[in-house]
């Protein structure tokens, strides 16, 4: 395979998972590796593949997280730049491939964040990352037991590898998710 297409990505990722929110959160990845391949100049499509399907192994898989995914995009013949990007977004939890390039960068900053931003939004009154801004997630990032399984740690991280404060990561995982809104259930009552 030279490129898959978002088409082959979407149906690669459906046949390992049925998981609602899991399909939710990698349609949420997608939107914001989208929208940071527009900002980094990068390309978008090949970035947005890469963002749905960086989970794939999940939900059957989860004690050999991104080791089966490297394997099922192997048989499937899926080019080793997209392979080491998505494997990379576990470094230092399940897998020891580091983020380097800015794809791979982006990946490992927003996969926590968009999971922490869909919290903050599913308990506005408005229920809407629509109206949302980066101080209400600054907000809820204090409280630990808010989104407890967030890797705040990671994030930050992420942050650091991309050069960007806290803020203005938040900014664009935002931003990148609100063409996803509807598609993720955050588009308010």
């Known amino acids: 395979m030279t490129r898959p297409s978002r088409e082959e990505a979407?149906?690669?990722?459906?046949?390992?998972?049925?998981?609602?929110?899991?399909l939710k959160h990698a349609r949420a990845v997608e939107s914001v590796m989208r929208h940071m391949a527009r900002r980094f100049h990068e390309d978008e499509e090949k970035w947005g593949v890469v963002g749905l399907v960086h989970d794939l192994d999940y939900e059957r898989y989860p004690e050999q997280h991104c080791t089966k995914t490297k394997e099922i995009l192997e048989e499937a013949g899926w080019p080793e730049e997209y392979i080491r990007a998505v494997i990379s977004h576990?470094?230092?939890?399940?897998?020891?491939?580091?983020?380097?390039s800015p794809m791979e960068k982006v990946l490992f900053a927003v996969d926590e964040l968009t999971g922490l931003v869909t919290a903050c939004a599913l308990v506005r009154p408005s229920r809407s990352i629509?109206?949302?801004t980066p101080k209400s997630v600054?907000?809820?990032w204090k409280d630990k037991r808010f989104a407890a399984g967030v890797d705040r740690d990671i994030i930050e991280q992420g942050a650091a590898r991309l050069g960007m404060e806290l803020s203005d990561l938040i900014a664009e995982v935002i931003e990148g998710m609100k063409p996803a809104a509807h598609e993720l259930g955050l588009a308010g009552d």
């Open 10 to 22: 979407d149906r690669l990722l459906r046949s390992y998972n049925s998981s609602d929110s899991l």
């Open 90 to 100: 576990g470094y230092g939890i399940c897998s020891d491939v580091e983020p380097v």
């Open 130 to 132: 629509l109206d949302m």
């Open 138 to 140: 600054k907000k809820k």
